[in-house]
């Protein structure tokens, strides 16, 4: 996104539009030469595939009703992000450590 913005002027709305339509013909490309080849597990695949629809269900849900609060719904977000980088600075620091 930043490639199109700088090179295009494009707006920012515009320029993540247009990288997921990228992003979804490579991703889509991609799954399908898997798929053809043989190579998916599909009771894992199936299982992904749920649960990023639950999810993203769940988001939906969840960022509506926070979304009256802007502030609160940026100050869980930042802190969620906090959470995970922690967490992999743990990890890494076990995996360094063993």
Known sequence: M???IAA???PILRA????LIAVTAFGLTTAANYAFSGL???????????GGL???AL?????QKLAASK?????????FIL???????YRSWRALAA
Request: positive net charge; hydrophobic residues 55%; glycine residues 12%.
């Open 2 to 4: 930043p490639g199109l």
């Open 8 to 10: 295009t002027a494009m």
């Open 16 to 19: 993540v539009g247009t990288s």
């Open 40 to 50: 998916v597990l599909w009771p894992l695949a199936a299982t992904f595939i749920v």
């Open 54 to 56: 639950l999810g993203s």
């Open 59 to 63: 988001g939906t849900k969840a960022s």
């Open 71 to 79: 502030g609160q719904l940026n100050s869980l977000f930042a802190a």
């Open 83 to 89: 959470l995970v980088a922690v967490y992999t600075l």
